[in-house]
């Protein structure tokens, strides 16, 4: 009998697994099992889209124009792109209260900070602190890397085209202006102002910048962005932070200040206001746009649609059912 | 080593190649040269006898397998991608990134390459390293040395059961008869033994070898790779020429078998051996699937380019548009910006890097994968295995596993294929007379029906002795039957154990004789030997062949049976000679090992029925005066000296219809006892044993269709030539009838042998017509010289051979005929029925007679009774061309005529080898075509192996259909290579078919398996696996696409490239490889019972023209909601680069998941494994990423974005809802589908959620509903056969039809 079991070495194994018997579920996408899902889901989906949409109503958005394109615009004799240091001021208005926190944000339109090659001219070792990139930056920033042999800090074009328009707000109230406070604190990714981007252990940061020079589009050194609070220079400054997390679409917007402080706090009370702007940008295309609805409308849609779907499921179900569902 | 100038170096290579080119090779022996120089050795040009299979070498390695790797177009444009990134003008990624996915995939694929090296590597190393005999001039002996020390020019001594290690001239064996037994299961998987001998007359001073007295020159051939070709001859110092060929030679790779030792002398080494030339690498097909496949890429690359071409035009209107040079847009170093034109042409090519996964390289490397994941499975099928023969299904074709699931014709071989090839001896005629042979159908009868039993029963309890045949047909008493099962399971198993030797279960092997035959013979044998022509019948039956004896017991063993035979034999021995001779075949195997008291038992009835059996012998041998010879030899005291041997002989036949003959003559007491090469040793029933000198053999071919062998009678000494072969072939070739010479009867033997040779065939016997001629001898002198002078010729030396033969054989005259039976496989017609509902045309092409085939046909259902069969049978073209046209009218007619659609009968044609031809012709052809597409079978009988290739070929190539061969022998093997799948069958008659084919089973039923089961499951599994492939690279890439309208066309990927080529290699790549390997639409019980589920897989299958691009349209409808559905949510609002890009990714990552949910039919463990794996492997790693890369990979900064991503609800809402939106159109139309108007498979699977009993109901419903009228059932039982003359109250309990079926 030795022999007989030598013989079945070729026998394959009697498993589940390689007779591809393996215990399987079997979904079947038939009308009549999904009814129910559907509807579950079309539901779930309009509870959603209506807590959004509700959400997204209550948010009060205000937006100024500045660009001055119109001549009738406040700004329009900062367009012009030969006019150093022009300061123009916008008048608007608040109907009601804009609950607070309010945020205060600067938008570019047609603004392509998505372009593969703007994207890629920067040098992430010198934003880190890594001195010796302060020496020899990243061919990537060229052609913003050197100023004869001088190496830029910080190099490369993103850096170089940073916005720098600043903002003032002011209420006006019986005709004297109230500044409102505007806090640049933690505008920026907590990552990036912790982590991802470091100033060179080099105290003062002034020294850190010996033998480079500043971007040729910037009007102060790195190291002189917020002359108020020295926590808030060279790279882990709150705006340049901002800037440099590129924004994805060509219309964005990017956050400037929080009012969080002082009397604001609870928001903008209704009344008039006026923005005095430091206008250095230049940009010049501008389009309207309106507050995000999108998301809640979207969950609207496609809630009601899941339960159309459902009934017309229900139909055919009824017209098509397999016999031997009965 | 001496140094030697460079340019003898040159020159000594020079000269090698031109020796090693010359067509004829000078070889002396290095036995005088030996320890000189190498330079100085004659034989030097020559290949040693190391081999080296190994495609690599440590060093060059790398270099190496990069160059095979570059071979592959799919890598160069991989590798042409990656450098075009490294130019920075186009480049979309840090350089370097864009080399890892051609550095895993060639890294990955070297990986395969080098260890497979390594194995050869290894197993060369071993065979290198084998010990063998050289002799040595030295030591003046046979010295022990390594395989890879054997030269060219060297003498080798092989010992029993020892590999041959080089190709051998034999010069020397151990065996008197100078013959040398070989197996070449090695090299062609053939396991019965062949004789091999000495060059003829080259004695060097036997019975010792002197290899040192060794000074002729073997002259012989290039090498090349035919195993059964070679041509050499050894010219002697005296220059005479000694021609040998093939028969002379000892094949490197080959076993010696029963004999003691051999010595030959080394004519090819090591790489130069025919076995070596033999080793071709796998062979390369490349499945329908993937022809589409690869048509399906170019319209990828057309995609692509038109996207990269979008994108070019996009940028440069894009730039033209710019009123300004705005900040964002970077100049070049020297401060200046390429024009819009130019930079839209960089950006086409950025585009093809960046959109370069449309192209799914990685697809070709996961196709690699599902198919062995496939082959896996289908080995592993324990229902395509084989308990007899331990043999599983063989997937030699690695790449066409899914054409098994579109099958539309099967050619089919009939002869071991639909039969069994296992030869049963059924019937005879001799000299006109017809001998039933009814006690022997009655055994087969009884065999029959419990072979199908399925219990083992182990009984070791030995039989009653009466319970062995005796001539009384009342003989079939219950008593005998109910001891069978025990009896009959025990001498399979004993088959079972002894297996080597071929063609031993007792079915073929034992015969019960007719006994008015037996009568016949007994009254003759006293007669005189010239004139009885049942003598010389059996006579025929026992030398006429090229059966080799061996001993069963020492078969494989280093035992000479020679020695053996003349032992004295036990009386354990004789007892069991004389139970087996008493035709008790059931005791064989087991009576001697019986303890003594029970052995004497046996033996007391033993004798009487030996005495049952001898004694119209001895009567009748007392009584005659003339057969003088006879008498003598009747004495008691010859009976003991051979009587042990003969039940242990074991015949090793090349074809099992010659061992069905000789175990025919054993019966009748004719056994063939020992063949040398020149001499048969025969035992008569007397117990006589006569030694025939064979003066030669004129072996069988296919054109002659018989084969002779020349014999001088011992007794007469009269030449004499027995030819058998088929009837056609042997009824032209008769002269006077034989018969007139003793008898004055003008009997027309040939006409009454045709006559039952014709009810032979349409019983389905195979019939072989036998034939003697005395030749005389002056004629036999002449013809012997030509004879010679053929053998010697190293021209044309096939022709000649044949020439000679034909001259002789001429004026035969016709002794009797035979029928054998081929007995039908297990489940035959069940199969055909099956793949013939499963909507297959099954062909069979056969070298059997019309007659024969047509029953096949009927018997294997392939032919039914109601079916119209046309005959096509005709002499010359112009009768061909109109039969033709006069039956494709017809066939037109009825099928066009409305009223026939259900009653009209099924067409079958049966054409015959010579109609086919003309057919076949380049003018007819497309009408053959055109009727035999309408038959519902096609039945060609006596074709050619070249033939039936050519119909494979016209087929498949005039009706562009899948085409399936299927056959066992080496006649098949064109027809299995010229097929898109090649099926062998490992049967009885040796390996050649199941080495060419592509896939090897053991049984024809297995195909019924193999096709509905595994064809339709690999075929849906990897079409869907293929589309599904296509559209999660179309979906993918098609997010960088739609992103490049809002970034200026610049080529910016909004997805950090690494979690890019993660996505492809990891994240996404596990799940449809499983999904290819492991879905299963439907259960293999419901295919199976339902073969025409079968029919979804043919033509185009699920891989067509539409599903290829509904998926990619259903690509692009999800890449825009997976797009524009976050990039709304997400407009004008401050998100960047990077955590826009996220839940894109994210997005993605579920829709193509759960879009493959969808697809996957039914779910297992694995499959909730790996989907979740997957889902868990996306975010462990993306976090991981994210967490640890702070300034990695410029310019994306993944720091922290999914982290800060998910902690966000809207990024959760965002992907609900995309992921929603994007599946639901296909998940509708899959419901509404499902439910409107459900597939044939759908339905399918709807029943196969039933319980198994009602599913089994269903079935039969659905069965009677969807094909009643086209699928007879009803008929279940074979069809009568016409019987002959035999009244049906013959077969007291068989059914009728038994002998068929």
Known sequence: MVKQEKEFVNRPDNTAFTQQRLPAWQPMLSAGIIIPGFVLIGLAFIGIGVALFVTSQSIQVLEVDYTGVEQSSPCFKCSDPDVKNCVCKMEFNIDSLFKGPVFFYYGLSNYFQNYRGYGVSKDPNQLSGDLDSFKVPSDSCAPYEYVGKTPIVPCGSVANSMFNDSFKLYQIVSGAKIQVTLDGKGIAWWTDYNVKYRNPSVTPLKNAFN????????????????????????????????????????????????????????????????????????????????????????????????????????IVYAKFKFPEEE | MTWRSPLAVVRDALSGQRAREKDLRNLVSNLPYEGLDRAKQPNRYFPGNAIKTTKYTVLLFIPMNLFEQFHRLANIYFVGLAILNFVPVVNAFQPEVALIPICVILSLTALKDAWEDFRRYQSDRKLNNTPCFIYSRREKQFMERRWKDVRVGDFVKVVCNEIVPADLLLLHTSDPASVCHIETANLDGETNLKQRRVVPSLCISDPELEPESFNSIVVCEKPDDNLNHFKCYVEKPDKEKVGAGIESLLLRGCTVRNTDHAVGFVVYAGHETKSMLNNHGPRYKRSKLERRLNTDVIFCVILLFVMCLVGAVGHFVWLQSLPSVPPYLVPHSAGLLDSPGLSGFYMFFTLIILLQVLIPISLYVSIELVKIGQIFFITNDIDLYDEETDSSMQCKALNITEDLGQIEYIFSDKTGTLTENKMVFRRCSIMGTEYPHKENAIRLTVLDEHESEEEVIFNQRPLPPRAGWTLDPEDTNPERKQHQPGSQRKSKVSGNAQRDAAFSSPLETEVIPDRKLLQQISGAECGGWQIDPYLDFFLALAICNTVVVSMATAQRQRVNWLSHSSQRNTPLDTLSNLVKRAGSFRHIFTSWQHTPKQSRTLSEDSVIEEDHFNPPVKTEGAGDTNGLQTCSLQTPSQCDKPAATSNKLSYEAESPDEAALVYAAKAYGFTLLARTHDSVTVRLPSGQDLEFEVLDTLAFDSNRKRMSILVRHPITRECVLYTKGADYAIMELLGTPYAEHFSGSQKNIASDTQHHLDCYAKEGLRTLCITKKVVCDEAYESWSVNRQRALAAMENREELIMETAVQLETNLSL???????????????????????????????????????????????????????????????????SILDCTLEEVRRYNEDP?????????????DGRTLTMALASDLQDRFVDLAKRCRSVLCCRVTPLQKSWVVKVVREKLKVMTLAVGDGANDVNMIQAADIGIGISGQEGMQAVMASDFAISHFKHLKRLLLVHGHWCHTRLANMIIYFFYKNVAYVNLLFWYQFFCGFSGTAMIDYWLMIFFNLFFTSVPP????????????????????????????????????????????YQSLVCFFVPYLAYQDSDIDVFTFGTPLNTISLFTILLHLSIEIKAWTLVHWVIMLGSVALYFIVTLAYSAICVTCNPPSNPYWILQSQMADPMFYLICIITTVVALLPRYMFHVLRNSISPSPLMQARHLDRLVPSSRDQWIKEWRTFRGGGHVKRSGLSTPTSPTLDTPVDIYPQSPTASDIT
């Open chain 2, 899 to 911: 009223r026939n659609v259900d009653t009209t009968p099924d067409i079958s044609l049966v054409i």
């Open chain 2, 1073 to 1116: 490889i499983m999904f290819g390997i492991m879905d299963k639409d439907v259960s293999a019980e419901m295919l199976m019972g339902v073969p025409e589920l079968y029919r979804t897989g043919q033509g185009a299958g699920e891989y067509t023209f539409s599903t290829f691009w509904v998926s990619i349209l259903d690509a692009f």
């Open chain 2, 815 to 881: 002794l009797g005929a035979t029928g054998v039976e081929d007995r039908l496989q297990e489940s035959v017609p069940d199969t055909i029925v099956a793949l013939r509902e499963a909507g297959i045309q099954v062909w069979v092409l056969t070298g059997d007679k019309p007659e024969t085939a047509v029953n096949i046909g009927y018997a294997c259902r392939l032919l039914e009774e109601e079916d119209l069969v046309i005959n096509m049978s005709c002499n010359n073209k112009r009768t061909c061309t």
């Open chain 1, 211 to 314: 033998g480079t020079v500043k971007p040729t589009f910037w009007s102060k050194p790195a190291y002189e962005l917020d002359p108020t609070d020295p926590a808030n220079n060279g790279f882990i400054n709150q705006d340049f932070l901002v800037w440099m997390r590129r924004a994805a679409l060509p219309n964005f917007r990017k956050l400037y200040r929080r009012i969080t402080e002082g009397d604001y706090a609870k928001g903008l009370p209704a009344g008039n206001y006026s923005l005095e702007i430091a206008y250095n940008y230049p940009v010049l295309s501008f389009d309207g746009r309106k507050k995000n609805e999108f998301l809640g409308i979207a969950y609207l849609v496609i809630g009601s649609m899941c339960v159309v779907m459902s009934i017309v499921m229900l």
